[in-house]
């Protein structure tokens, strides 16, 4: 088997996480109290805030509920979320980054897009969760706490593919896959036209980070926006991964914030963060961390 070994990122995220319950690292204060807080944020459908690190989602249908992102994985999600549904739960992760897919292990399915199934693998490992559990579960406790034993005796998710155009059905209600590659190669959206919803992981924060290792050139990444842009009528509210909800017209921001990095318009600051250094782009409510060297797909 290939052995995938960590890189810049990949370890100054371990260290981030692994200290994730001792304050600030990541540049967050933990508030007290337990890990979970759910709060619904339209119809049938809750925001699981992972102790101020992401934001998962919880859509209910009528025979099954859709859990969106797993979060880093410190928090007893599994049993978190029966609390807030009875029906029967599936799992899927927008991309692969540790933040959003940490807590596949409490899960016997997850589908993703097979183009983040290596880095879903590599950080759902036992070492990397243990490691990263041994000291965060070492400082203050807080309720709803996963422990080092039920990592120890967790098995890896199975994983399903996802592609664009597949459908969750909940009974009642769908949600369409779209495939909107640059934050990784397998980041996807869930649009729930019916009701007017988009979930789009890290696709749209209102800071994006387009300057990790994993990320597509950015000029893949504007083909993702302005494919979300071109079904606009099909949604009202932006659920993204992190932050709270955006409406529908921040994708035209991020249209714009793009180009003007592509075409040279854009007043470039610099832009530092623990997973590395960057160059930054604001444009409107919109802000775009990128990475100079890797703008365009056909120098690549």
């Known amino acids: 088997m290939k052995k995938h070994h960590l890189g810049r990122f990949e370890v100054l995220f371990m260290i981030c996480l692994t200290f994730a319950l001792a304050g600030p690292?990541?540049?967050?204060?933990k508030a007290p109290g337990p890990w979970f807080k759910a709060t619904q944020v339209a119809d049938s459908v809750w925001v699981i805030d992972d102790h101020g690190n992401d934001n998962m989602y919880l859509v209910e249908g009528k025979t099954k509920a859709l859990?969106?992102?797993?979060?880093?994985?410190?928090?007893?999600?599994?049993?978190?979320?029966?609390?807030?549904?009875?029906?029967?739960?599936?799992?899927?992760?927008?991309?692969?980054?540790?933040?959003?897919?940490g807590g596949n292990y409490q899960f016997k399915t997850v589908?993703?897009?097979?183009?983040?199934?290596?880095?879903?693998?590599?950080?759902?490992?036992?070492?990397?969760?243990?490691?990263?559990?041994?000291?965060?579960?070492?400082?203050?406790?807080?309720?709803?706490?996963?422990?080092?034993?039920?990592?120890?005796?967790?098995?890896?998710?199975?994983?399903?593919?996802?592609?664009?155009?597949?459908v969750?059905?909940?009974?009642?209600?769908?949600?369409?896959?779209?495939?909107?590659?640059?934050?990784?190669?397998?980041?996807?959206?869930l649009l729930d036209a019916a009701n007017k919803l988009v979930f789009t992981g890290d696709n749209d924060n209102s800071l994006v980070w387009l300057f990790l290792k994993d990320c597509t050139p950015l000029d893949v990444y504007l083909q993702s926006?302005?494919?979300?842009?071109?079904?606009?009528?099909?949604?009202?509210?932006?659920?993204?991964?992190?932050?709270?909800?955006?409406?529908?017209?921040?994708?035209a921001d991020q249209i714009g914030c793009v180009r003007g990095i592509l075409d040279g318009s854009c007043t470039?600051?610099?832009?530092?963060?623990?997973?590395?250094?960057?160059?930054?782009?604001?444009?409107?409510?919109?802000?775009?961390?990128?990475?100079p060297?890797?703008?365009?797909?056909?120098?690549k």
């Open 25 to 29: 690292v990541c540049g967050q204060d």
């Open 67 to 101: 859990l969106i992102d797993t979060g880093i994985g410190m928090g007893a999600l599994a049993k978190f979320v029966q609390t807030l549904t009875t029906l029967p739960v599936i799992v899927v992760n927008t991309h692969g980054h540790p933040d959003h897919a």
């Open 111 to 166: 589908a993703a897009h097979a183009a983040d199934f290596e880095m879903i693998k590599m950080f759902g490992g036992k070492d990397y969760l243990k490691n990263s559990a041994q000291r965060a579960l070492a400082g203050p406790s807080i309720p709803g706490t996963v422990t080092l034993a039920d990592i120890e005796a967790s098995q890896p998710s199975e994983l399903k593919a996802i592609k664009q155009g597949d």
């Open 168 to 189: 969750f059905d909940l009974g009642g209600r769908k949600l369409e896959v779209v495939e909107v590659p640059g934050h990784t190669k397998g980041s996807i959206c």
């Open 225 to 251: 926006l302005q494919k979300l842009q071109a079904r606009n009528a099909e949604y009202d509210k932006i659920l993204p991964g992190h932050g709270t909800p955006l409406p529908k017209e921040f994708v």
């Open 268 to 291: 470039v600051e610099p832009y530092k963060s623990f997973a590395g250094n960057a160059s930054l782009c604001k444009y409107k409510s919109a802000a775009v961390a990128f990475d």
């Open 293 to 299: 060297a890797n703008l365009r797909s056909e120098k």
